[in-house]
């Protein structure tokens, strides 16, 4: 008969590979939920970037709507103005039209990065104001003007941005209600 002693260097040994496996178990657990946490965190955080993105179109949207109302009313306010005028004159020759305003003219500029300036340079008021970039991606700008009222000196920013595959455009096309223009785009 074959007898087996256990030494006490084997006990140890085996009590040893015991926690050794214990603790892989648990470290495996818990990196399986440290893993899932995470996965959890970066899905609520693109949820956050998507709603904040929504949110900036939003307001920009909200902000071109408030400024066109208020060239709206701007408007009727200098149409009031002319019809008051033109009873107490009796003649609307001596007023002066809105052609003989001017016409808005456009300069981009680079800001600084990925940011540009668009400015009317010119002597009139620009409503619908939208640019075009073209092929660019749509995901590669940011703030493009959609239906902006722009005043004479006024200016608006938007980012242009270029990624490996898709560089920055060499032009923009600005348009607006009654005019178009095309714009080169200068590299930073």
Same mark, same amino acid.
């Given at each position: 008969?074959? @007898?087996?002693?256990?030494?006490?260097?084997? =006990? $140890?040994?085996?009590?040893?590979?015991?926690? $050794?496996?214990?603790?892989?178990?648990?470290?495996?657990?818990?990196?399986?939920?440290?893993?899932?946490?995470?996965?959890?965190?970066?899905?609520?955080?693109?949820?956050?970037?998507?709603?904040? $993105?929504?949110?900036?179109?939003? =307001?920009?949207?909200?902000?071109? %709507?408030?400024? /066109?109302?208020?060239?709206?009313?701007?408007?009727?306010?200098?149409?009031? !103005?002319?019809?008051? *005028?033109?009873?107490?004159?009796?003649? #609307?020759?001596?007023? &002066?039209?809105?052609?003989?305003?001017?016409?808005?003219?456009?300069?981009?500029?680079?800001?600084?990065? +990925?940011?540009?300036?668009?400015?009317?340079?010119?002597? %009139?008021?620009?409503?619908? !104001?939208?640019? +075009?970039?073209?092929?660019? &991606?749509?995901? #590669? @700008? /940011?703030?493009? &003007?959609? *239906?902006?009222?722009?005043?004479?000196?006024?200016?608006?920013?938007? #980012?242009?941005?270029?990624?490996?595959? %898709? &560089?920055?455009?060499?032009?923009?096309?600005?348009?607006?209600?009654?005019?178009?223009?095309?714009l080169p785009v200068t590299e930073p």
């Open positions: 008969m074959l @007898t087996m002693a256990i030494e006490m260097g084997d =006990a $140890a040994t085996w009590a040893s590979s015991g926690v $050794a496996l214990l603790a892989l178990f648990f470290t495996a657990v818990q990196y399986r939920q440290q893993s899932k946490r995470q996965a959890q965190q970066e899905e609520e955080q693109a949820a956050r970037d998507r709603a904040q $993105a929504e949110a900036s179109q939003i =307001a920009t949207r909200q902000a071109e %709507a408030q400024e /066109r109302r208020a060239y709206a009313i701007e408007q009727t306010l200098h149409a009031v !103005v002319r019809m008051l *005028d033109e009873s107490r004159q009796g003649s #609307l020759d001596a007023l &002066p039209s809105d052609a003989a305003e001017g016409v808005p003219e456009w300069q981009l500029s680079h800001k600084r990065g +990925d940011a540009y300036v668009l400015r009317n340079v010119g002597t %009139a008021v620009a409503t619908g !104001v939208r640019v +075009d970039v073209g092929q660019h &991606p749509r995901g #590669l @700008t /940011r703030a493009l &003007p959609e *239906d902006a009222v722009v005043r004479p000196q006024e200016a608006v920013e938007f #980012l242009l941005l270029a990624a490996w595959g %898709a &560089p920055r455009p060499n032009s923009i096309r600005v348009e607006w209600d009654g005019g178009e223009q095309t």
